[in-house]
Each structure stands twice: as C-alpha cells, then as structure tokens.
C-alpha cells in the first residue's frame, strides 16, 4: 500500500542511526514558522503520524508516526520518505496492524514509535509502546518495512517490575544505544482525583549491542529539585551536542494542545541532570523530538525542537507539527522558545538523495497552496458551501478534490462540480449552473483525519483559461463533516460562498438580500486535476 506526500519542509538528520551516503552533501534551506501546522503528502492529504519521529537513513529522510485516521485511536505506524524535505512520498504501514500476529492491538497500540539502524546486521530496528511489561522490537531490511516483531519484549529495568513503560525514546549515540523511558505508577497514594491522575518519571538505559533489549540498568533523568514537573515527565528524546548529553520532554499531557517543555542536561547519562523550562505551553504542542539539521558546507548541526499541535480531546487527528530551531548558551543552557505568531526559523540543511516525489496535488492543475495556514472548520450542519476558482488554464478537467475528515456521519456528503458564467450567477434566483460531475460519500469512505474526496468529471469537462468554475459543498448533519480553510489574498481567484441550510428565499428589510454570501477572504482546501 503506497501513497504520495508532501509536508511543509521537516528534516532530521539522526546521528549514526543512517547507512552512510555516497552522494556529494547538497545544500538546502528551510523556514519554519509557528503557524503552518498542518502538513499535507504529494497527494493532498494530511499527514497522518503522531507522536513522531524524523530520521535520516542512506542520506533520505523519513518521518514516522502513529494513524489516527482509520478509527480515531492509535492504529497501526506510517511513515513518509522525502529527498528534498518539502515533496513527502507516502511509504505505507510498516506493518499490517490488523493481523493476528501484531502486538499492537492492545493498550498503547504501538505509541510513540522509533527506528535505529543496526549497521553489522543491516537491520532496521523498530521500537514501539504496547502497554505492560517491556516494549515490542521488530526488524526490517528496509526504513519503510514491512516490520517482524520479535517474540520478546524489550524489558526495563527490573526496579520498576509493576510500573507500566509509556512514552520513550531510542537513539544511537556515538555508537551507542540508549533508551529514555517513562515509567507510569497508577498506584501512588498522593494521585490525585483531578490532577495529577497519575505520576511518572524519565530514566535512561544502554541499550545491547544489536539494539533489541535494554541492559536493564537505569539512571534517573531527574532534577535537583524531584518535584512534581521531574515526577510528571515524559514524550523524551535524546540527543548530544558537544559532550553534552540532552532530553527534551514535556509534561504529562496526552496529545494535549499545550505543555511545559522541559530540557534536561548533564555531562554522562549518570548524571547529575540540570532542568530547563523552555515555555511555559510549548507553543501549544507537545514536544515529539529533536531533530538535528546539519550544514553541509559548514558541518554545523541546528538541533530543531520538534512538536505535537493537537486540540485536545477525542480530535487527535486534526493535529498538526511545528518546528524551531533551539540555540545554546555557551553555559549548555538553551534560549526559551520563541512562540510568538510573527516568529520565523531559517534553517540550512543537507538535501537528500534522490529526486522529488510528486503526486495528484503536485501536479494539480488548480490548486489552493500547499504551505497556507490551514484551520479545520466543521459546520456543514449550518451551512452549503461553493468554493469558486478560475481555471488556470485551458484543458479539460479530470477531477476535483477536497480535504475532508468525518465524525460520525449518517447523512453522506453531497459535492458537485460546476461552472458558471459571473459570480452574480450565485445570488441569482432560478439560477442553474452547468455540472461537471458530481459525487456522495459516506462515512465509511472517509476518515477521522483530512484526507482527500474526489470527484470525478463526467460532463462538460473542456475548460477554458479565466473560465469560472465551482465546487458545492453540501452534508448537513448533527455531526457536521469536516473541511480546511485558509485566509485567501486580494486576486488570488479563490472565493468561497456560504448559504444556511433550509435558507431558500430573499432576506433583509427590503426583501434584496440573497441568502448567498461571501465568506470574506476563506477558501477551502481544494485542487483541480486536467486530463
């Protein structure tokens, strides 16, 4: 099972996990900024991975993630592969979560997945939370799988026999493996019945030689202070920089829209550790990793903190990723974050192997941008939508598609193809457009993150260049469906029209008013295919 990618520019370049590369170093840039959140695959749709990691195996990077879009829980691992960090190519599941022999059914439905690489055994190493006693490894010959779980577990440290494993990370550090875990106590007489639920704290292990065990021998990842932020510590990850040993965390917080972001230092994994709060909400996210970015032409690595945005709640799937760049003090300590809207992070990068991946949405003829700040809006139980566009040049037209997510839908979705000959066409009484093609769709044909829906033209296909052209959008439900929408910019050609449901006849005082109207500056997200 492929698909395509595109995810506004990531990278990571995870020490000594990658096959070495024998193409000459190229170099790129990058800019993040903090509100571009939702990222998209070559296809048009949402980039569907959570508590993610980014690594760089045989000079390609590789972004890998829990779904969340088939039943609105962990299900299953995705990955993505991308050569250039912005064109992302959809590398499918490393694994069938739905067969009887995966581990990943129950509790923690393999959260928080990492990969290393085994370079004497030419072997990718998966790691992944499955709820109580240790962590389920598998091995694969390739980044992108399929993935054999091994029929062990990955045991901790014996001190914490009873406790629950949960957040973790694995990195290979100088050529050595190590594990950041934390281990969850639902016993704790001091849990309280509104916060904290439960209390937790980070430790760090070896791993063996091959990478598949711990050598069940911790260390505390701890303050001086042992107080409530060491004892409710975890999503880690570790990384080195200079001498200096580094884990980033974050509070407890369970895919929530905002928590502390800690960093810890010391000088050996021993240590003693010193703690950082770098923001107080981590620019509303949850950290996921750091992903360091190196500088070809002048070696330098930027270490870039890399966050989980998500509402909070059941809606998981309607999270996004931001990325900035940390800077140190010459004293270890790291800059605070900068979460403020206006913010931007330049970045210098090596460029990965291989050429651009490309799919539907690459090569659309019409298209909203792919690197627009997108909000999720469900309303469709309020209004009909007509997203209208001029086509951008003369052809015939293939198809339309849109970014839609489900809740739990009983009434399908409506969406037609049109053209028109004025947007006064809209507010026109007995008005009746020229369809193009037209399509419904069911819940079951949809799912819990913004994938796309397509609608295939069948009629009328030949378009001309500055022709109008639109798109009803119609589901009217008690659990409305779900679209993208971005602020659009004065001639841009993209309008977008919103008419209440039930609402079929003039309005105002002076009997005028179409019940038609511009939603001022939206679109939605959306592209248009030729033949």
């Not at 990691?53 to 993505?80: D, P, W």
């Not at 045991?155 to 990195?171: C, K, M, S």
């Not at 760090?204 to 303050?223: E, R, W």
Request: charged share 15%; hydrophobic share 35%; glycine share 10%.
């Amino acid at each position: 099972m492929k698909f395509s990618s595109a995810i506004s520019a990531l990278t990571a370049l995870v020490s000594v996990c990658s096959a070495a590369a024998t193409t000459k170093a190229i170099s790129a840039s990058v800019t993040f900024d903090n509100n571009r959140r939702f990222l998209f695959d070559t296809d048009g749709r949402q980039i569907d991975a959570y508590g993610s990691k980014i690594n760089n195996f045989n000079g390609k990077y590789y972004l890998y993630g829990n779904s969340f879009s088939e039943t609105g829980v962990a299900y299953g691992i995705k990955s993505y592969s991308s050569s250039d960090l912005q064109n992302w190519q959809y590398e499918g599941l490393l694994f069938d979560p739905a067969s009887k022999s995966s581990p990943c059914s129950g509790s923690g439905g393999c959260g928080r997945p990492h990969i290393v690489y085994n370079p004497n055994k030419k072997s990718y190493v998966l790691w992944a939370n499955a709820g109580e006693t240790g962590y389920v490894v598998a091995t694969s010959s390739s980044p992108s799988g399929p993935f054999v779980f091994s029929a062990a577990k990955a045991l901790i440290d014996p001190a914490f026999n009873g406790l629950q494993p949960a957040d973790f990370t694995v990195e290979v550090i100088d050529g050595t493996g190590y594990i950041v875990f934390s281990a969850l106590n639902f016993r704790s007489p001091n849990a309280g019945n509104v916060w904290p639920p439960i209390f937790q704290n980070l430790h760090v292990s070896k791993l063996t030689a091959d990478f598949m065990n711990t050598t069940m021998v911790s260390y505390p990842v701890s303050s001086g202070a042992a107080d409530l932020i060491d004892n409710e510590a975890e999503s880690p990850d570790i990384f080195k920089q200079g001498n200096t040993f580094y884990v980033a965390a974050s509070n407890t917080c369970g895919y929530c829209n905002g928590s502390i972001a800690l960093l810890y230092r010391a000088n050996s994994i021993q240590g003693p550790w010193t703690r950082q709060i770098l923001e107080g909400y981590s620019c509303n996210g949850q950290v996921e990793g750091v992903l360091p970015l190196t500088n070809p032409s002048t070696g330098a690595v930027t270490n870039v903190w890399h966050s989980t945005s998500v509402p909070g709640g059941p809606r998981t799937g309607f999270g996004g990723h931001i990325f900035q760049p940390l800077t140190f003090n010459t004293d270890g300590s790291a800059k605070n974050l900068d979460c403020s809207t206006t913010a931007t992070f330049p970045v210098t990068f090596t460029k990965g192997n291989g050429t651009a991946a490309a799919g539907n949405a690459t090569k659309a003829g019409d298209a909203t941008p792919a690197l627009a700040v997108y909000n999720p809006v469900c309303d469709s139980d309020s209004f009909i939508l007509y997203q209208t566009w001029t086509a951008s040049k003369s052809g015939t037209i293939k198809s339309v598609s849109l970014n839609v997510a489900r809740g739990s839908q009983t009434v399908p979705l409506t969406l037609t193809v049109f053209k028109l000959s004025s947007l006064n066409d809209l507010f026109t009484p007995e008005y009746k457009w020229t369809q193009l093609g037209t399509a419904a769709f069911n819940a079951n044909q949809t799912t819990y993150t913004f994938d796309t829906v397509t609608v295939p033209v069948t009629t009328n296909a030949t378009v001309s260049k500055g022709e109008l052209l639109g798109l009803s959008i119609s589901g009217a439900d008690y659990s409305p469906w779900c679209h993208l929408e971005y602020q659009t910019t004065s001639g841009c050609g993209f309008k977008l029209y919103q008419q209440g449901n039930g609402q079929y006849s003039w309005r105002g005082l002076q009997g005028k008013n179409a019940p038609v109207y511009e939603r001022q500056g939206k679109s939605v997200k959306f592209f248009a295919t030729y033949a």
